[in-house]
């Protein structure tokens, strides 16, 4: 089945500051790529998301790429700003005849520092 | 209010006593979705549903029910529960059956097993 790994597990970066997280997946028939934000106490909410067709997605300062070659796609946040302290998931998803089976990441615990 | 819904929020059980914890949504969605999280590990899906009666095994099936007879419910059985299933449930739905969309996560079920 797909395998998706992700780094770092934890980040802190200064307030203003960018962050990078990074994810692979194994399995090229893999063609939908989430992003998820978790808030402490919460259930995950979508942040961006890509397509297979697509190599580049961008929303104020959240941007996502994805190198469908490699296998990889990462998320980058600018001028990051406490509220950005979450722990983030990334995913892949594989559409199956009988639905989307999704394969989600180990998360990165993200802390901006004020 | 557009939400899903889960119950019990917190439950503790012993070894062996079958429970299940309900999902509903309120979007008239088609795919439901439910997923374990445990620390380290990240989110794994468990089940998910593109329809009524139509469901299928996510990543970690094993252990766990499902059933779909109505749109909005989607509820996890655990037949016989095991201290390995201790762990944070969440439920998910989307409008893309099929395709590309955004899940919408539920607030979570904690769930021990003594």
């Known amino acids: 089945g797909e395998n998706v790994e992700q780094h770092p597990s934890t980040l802190s970066v200064q307030e203003g500051d960018s962050a990078v997280i990074k994810c692979t997946y194994s399995?090229?028939?893999?063609?939908?790529f989430p992003w998820y934000k978790q808030e402490l106490g919460k259930g995950p909410q979508l942040i961006i998301d890509?397509?297979?067709?697509?190599g580049e997605k961008k929303d104020q300062r959240i941007a996502v790429t994805l190198n469908k070659t490699a296998k990889h796609f990462s998320l980058h946040i600018t001028e990051t700003q406490p509220e950005d302290s979450a722990v983030y998931f990334c995913?892949?998803?594989?559409?199956?005849?009988?639905?989307?089976?999704?394969?989600f990441g180990t998360g990165t615990s993200l802390t901006v520092i004020p | 209010e557009a939400q899903v819904t889960q119950n019990p929020r917190y439950l503790i059980t012993v070894t062996g006593k079958k429970l299940t914890v309900t999902c509903s949504q309120n979007m008239n969605h088609e795919y439901m979705s439910w997923y374990r999280q445990d620390p380290g590990l990240g989110l794994r899906q468990i089940y998910y549903s593109m329809n009524v009666e139509v469901t299928d095994k996510g990543d970690v099936p094993e252990g766990y029910k499902v059933s779909r007879k109505e749109k909005r419910n989607f509820p996890l059985i655990l037949e016989s529960p095991s201290p390995n299933q201790t762990s944070l449930y969440f439920c998910?739905?989307?409008?893309?059956?099929?395709?590309?969309?955004?899940?919408?996560f539920g607030e979570g079920s904690r769930l021990t097993v003594l």
């Open positions: 890509i397509r297979s067709n697509v």
């Open positions: 998910a739905s989307s409008w893309a059956s099929g395709g590309f969309g955004e899940l919408f």
């Open positions: 399995d090229s028939a893999s063609n939908y």
């Open positions: 995913a892949a998803s594989i559409i199956r005849n009988t639905g989307n089976q999704f394969y």
